[in-house]
Nanobody, 116 residues
Framework: QVQLVESGGGLVQPGGSLRLSCASS????????MGWYRQAPGKQRELVAT???????NYADSVKGRFTISRNNAKNTMYLQMNSLKPEDTAVYYC??????????WGQGTQVTVSS
């Protein structure tokens, strides 16, 4: 039933790095706008970064300069490189695929914890 599968989460110290991956066997990434969202305890799910079908990227102000979103269409895989991690980055991170006409697809989420 899962359309998107995230991986790469874990526990890191402040200032550390992680790379998240998102893959799918049923959704063709090159045909959809894609993005990463996150949800911290007690907070609403928020947008982290997006990448369009044409490759244009956008970032939330809180992660600009630290996170990089990318996509490998040949591998049908999307990535989120997270550097200089802060405790406030702690959240469950979700992969999203957005079809303009068919709607949204979501992964199950992967936990990222930044703590000393």
């Amino acid at each position: 039933q899962v359309q998107l599968v995230e991986s790469g989460g874990g526990l890191v110290q402040p200032g550390g790095s992680l790379r998240l991956s998102c893959a799918s066997s049923v959704i063709i990434f090159s045909r959809n706008d894609m993005g990463w969202y996150r949800q911290a305890p007690g907070k609403q799910r928020e947008l982290v970064a997006t990448i369009s079908r044409g490759g244009s990227t956008n970032y939330a102000d809180s992660v600009k300069g630290r996170f990089t979103i990318s996509r490998n269409n040949a591998k049908n895989t999307m990535y989120l490189q997270m550097n200089s991690l802060k405790p406030e980055d702690t959240a469950v991170y979700y992969c999203n695929a957005k079809s303009p006409y068919l709607g949204d697809y979501w992964g199950q989420g992967t936990q990222v914890t930044v703590s000393s």
